[in-house]
């Protein structure tokens, strides 16, 4: 408001000096020089409040511009980070499919492949569900394979999923085998998420490292296949079994795509390493 007074006062003025100009010509040179003398502080001061406002005005629209231009490249930069996390995890899932189908053609069994897809909650159970159900010929008792080793047996299907124990689970169970000695026992899952390797007779040589293997004796898994390596080993002073801890070859919290073995009663696999 106090600009536009302005703007009106200095109008009116010039007009008036104009028309006493124009009037009186030469005549009224003094009252001219007076009004100028007067006039001329505040157009000096209503120009560079003019320039000022100008400035101002300029410089909004170039925030406003360049606010507008950030919040752009920050959505393109999102965008791009979001394509960059996508195409990651396309190549790291090609790259584990690469390995699961390398590792299909070498096993001497008639297979399917599976993606994880649920995983149970409760921290009682050891259960995920995969992807492959009846429809694709998979049924109950089936074992469940990893690059890896052994990860589970089927438990439950439907037409078009499957739910799958893990061998982490305590009611599992898998006949296994010490590679090094043949010595034999039970493998279970504890609460830990490892396992146990029960019935091992004290006088049995077990060491710590040794790798364990499916012996093919329970009728579910087949022979030969990783469970884990020995992590501990302690022979009592008395009693018939040595308690043995296994580091299961799994990593079931990362277990994503498996192998489900249709045919499971072929015997005579040779380990892959």
Excluded: C
């Excluded at 061998?167 to 026992?185: E, K, W, Y």
């Excluded at 012996?215 to 040595?242: C, E, H, I, N, Y």
């Amino acid at each position: 408001m106090a600009i536009i007074a302005g703007v009106v006062f200095l109008i009116a003025v010039n007009v008036i000096i104009l028309s006493v100009t124009a009037k009186h010509g030469d005549s009224v040179s003094g009252i001219e020089s007076t009004a100028l003398f007067i006039v001329s502080p505040l157009q000096n001061v209503f120009h560079r409040s003019v320039e000022w406002a100008d400035t101002l005005w300029r410089r909004y629209f170039f925030l406003v511009f360049v606010a507008k231009e950030n919040e752009r490249l920050k959505e393109a930069l999102r965008t791009a980070n979001e394509e960059r996390r996508r195409l990651l995890e396309i190549e790291l899932a090609n790259a584990r499919l690469r390995r699961l189908l390398d590792f299909k053609k070498k096993v001497p069994y008639t297979t399917i492949a599976a993606e994880v897809v649920g995983k149970d909650p409760s921290p009682w159970f050891k259960t995920v569900v995969v992807d492959k159900g009846a429809v694709h010929g998979v049924r109950k008792s089936l074992p469940v394979v990893t690059p890896e080793g052994i990860a589970g047996q089927v438990i439950a299907t439907t037409p078009t999923h499957a739910k799958v124990l893990l061998i982490i689970d305590q009611n599992s169970a898998v006949d296994a085998l010490i590679q090094r000695t043949r010595t034999r026992g039970i493998i279970e899952g504890e609460p830990g998420g490892g396992f146990n390797f029960k019935y091992v007779l004290r006088k049995e040589d077990v060491r710590v490292g040794d790798r364990v293997v499916s012996s093919g004796l329970d009728g579910v898994f087949p022979k030969g296949f990783d469970l884990g390596r020995v992590s501990g080993v302690v022979r009592p002073v008395a009693g018939m079994f040595q308690h043995v801890t296994v580091l299961p070859s799994v990593d079931f919290e990362r277990l994503e795509e498996v192998l489900i073995i249709l045919n499971p009663s072929r015997r005579g696999f040779k380990r892959v390493q």
